[in-house]
């Protein structure tokens, strides 16, 4: 069952391992300090969360941890690029336990016995166990596989026993998160009076002459400055100037990028992924469960983009077909399964530019409505709509050429809706419509359509395996114990044909 949410904010597949060589001094208390991983250490530091060092030790028990209840959910120890994510949600949950509890304790917010037991059997059970006992034949939540799992816990091993208490309590840390996120989102209240005030100053358009003279635009030999002058502002600024120690650097990177073992092996993973999600009974359970990203399950509306990955390979897309693997832009594998196809709510597409009334006499408005007939009189003769809404138009779609984008009847203001859905062509509306806001003159650039479409997406990333991972480690581990001094560093660079970069002013702090 998948009942932890992945949380994935990885920052690109090469990361740096570095051996460097000072230029100017050496930054050897580093190396030599007790929480260096180089040179060994009983009880090295990995990280810091909230002001609290991490060791190895507690980083490693974590991630055992996460592997194991990894096992229990799948019945399979996760493999090499799936120990990334476990890796991840490891941390994750190091910095709940560090961050998140202390806030907790503070507010006196809690998870009582009852409402667990409410969470895992009762009226409310949590989303993360309903999207995995499914019926099926219903595709509905069944609480009676809930209730068979639950009864058979009594005579299970202890180790799945002890995994149900993990679970429990992942369930009582996501309801607390819920609660705190909750108790933030409601802390503050904006008024009617603020939302109108947030919405015309969103769409009111204002028209400004800048005079702009560039520095550059003033030659130098305009200005004179003198030394006594230069020395008197450096005088009377110099917490503006100050720096601290640094240096300049050399060193090495050791790239660590996915081998084509590594390659070979997610091509492998995602072809029988793949091959299971044509015959799949429940789709979106599926690719939630397998895929690397998420959402992984899309509803698909009148004029919305389906993935570049899919129309790229794909040209027409049929229900209960599947497409892929395909290779991705940024080097991840791909696949899709259009899961359903059906009939719902009308969309269309629309252009206005917008008279605005609002605040006027019925004088005024009589000039307004004016103008429009006019303007509308100019598109009838030949006029281009976006230049005309770029020119006219009081609202914030004037900037695109009066676009609305594809919309729902129920969107609009109903003599809106009303006027755009009774067309039955393409084109111009013969006459203004009046809203509440003003006066509209509109063009309708796409007829309703109803066709959405659900698809599955699975995909796989492309990451160093720690087989990979650990090569590099070894690589860059054996540089630095054999380059004791500059020289020797220079020397091994060469020699293994590594390049050396370089960092000046480094600060010490960096």
Do not use: C
Not at 48 to 73: H, L, M, N, P, S
Not at 84 to 99: D, G, H, N, S
Not at 357 to 385: H, I, P, S, W
Request: proline fraction near 3%; hydrophobic fraction near 35%; charge should be negative.
């Amino acid at each position: 069952m998948a009942l932890i949410k992945e949380i994935r904010q990885r920052t690109g597949l090469a990361i740096g391992v570095i051996a460097g060589g000072l230029i100017l001094f050496l930054l050897g208390g580093d190396l030599l300090s007790p929480n260096s991983t180089l040179l060994g250490s009983n009880n090295p530091v990995v990280g810091e969360i909230a002001g609290e060092e991490i060791t190895y030790q507690e980083y490693v028990d974590k991630v055992e941890e996460f592997r194991i209840a990894y096992q229990q959910r799948t019945g399979r120890a996760p493999s090499e690029v799936e120990m990334f994510t476990v890796r991840e949600q490891a941390w994750q949950a190091m910095i709940v336990e560090k961050v998140f509890d202390e806030e907790y304790e503070k507010l006196g917010m809690t998870v009582s016995p009852e409402e667990l037991v409410d969470m895992v059997q009762g009226k409310n059970i949590v989303p993360e166990l309903r999207q995995q006992l499914v019926n099926p034949q219903t595709g509905q939540f069944d609480k009676t596989q809930l209730i068979a799992f639950l009864q058979s816990l009594e005579t299970a091993d202890p180790a799945q026993q002890a995994f149900w208490a993990q679970q429990e309590q992942l369930f009582a840390e996501s309801r607390l998160r819920i609660k705190y996120d909750n108790l933030l989102a409601t802390s503050e209240y904006a008024t009617s009076a603020e939302g109108k005030m947030e919405y015309k100053a969103a769409n009111t358009i204002a028209e400004a002459s800048i005079l702009f003279v560039p520095y550059y635009a003033i030659p130098d030999t305009a200005i004179s400055v003198s030394e006594s002058e230069l020395q008197s502002y450096l005088n009377e600024n110099k917490e503006k100037f100050q720096t601290g120690n640094t240096a300049n650097i050399e060193y090495v990177n050791f790239s660590i990028l996915p081998s084509a073992a590594d390659s070979a092996a997610v091509i492998e993973e995602i072809t029988q992924l793949t091959e299971e999600l044509k015959n799949a009974e429940n789709d979106s359970v599926f690719v939630n469960r397998n895929s690397d990203l998420r959402p992984a399950f899309y509803t698909f509306r009148p004029g919305d983009e389906f993935p570049e990955d899919l129309t790229r390979n794909v040209s027409e897309f049929v229900e209960g077909e599947t497409y892929g693997p395909f290779v991705t832009a940024n080097s991840t594998y791909i696949s899709f399964k259009v899961s359903d196809k059906y009939e719902g709510t009308p969309r269309m597409r629309a252009s206005h530019i917008l008279f605005s009334t609002e605040g006027l006499d019925d004088a005024a408005k009589a000039d307004v409505k004016a103008q429009a007939e006019e303007v509308l009189q100019d598109l009838k003769n030949g006029g281009d709509f976006a230049t005309a809404a770029r020119t006219y138009g009081q609202d914030g779609t004037s900037q695109t050429g009066g676009d609305l984008g594809w919309f729902a009847k129920e969107e609009f203001v109903d003599e809106f809706a009303d006027a755009t859905y009774a067309r039955r062509a393409t084109g111009l509306l013969p006459n203004l419509v009046e809203t509440e806001y003003g006066y509209h003159i509109i063009e309708v650039t796409e007829l309703p359509k109803t066709e959405y479409t659900k698809i599955a997406v699975l995909q796989k990333e492309l990451i160093a395996s720690d087989a990979t991972r650990n090569e590099a480690f070894r690589n860059a581990d054996s540089f630095a114990a054999e380059s004791g001094n500059r020289n020797e560093f220079t020397e091994n660079a060469v020699d293994k044909d590594y390049r050396v970069l370089q960092a000046n002013n480094v600060d010490a702090t960096s």
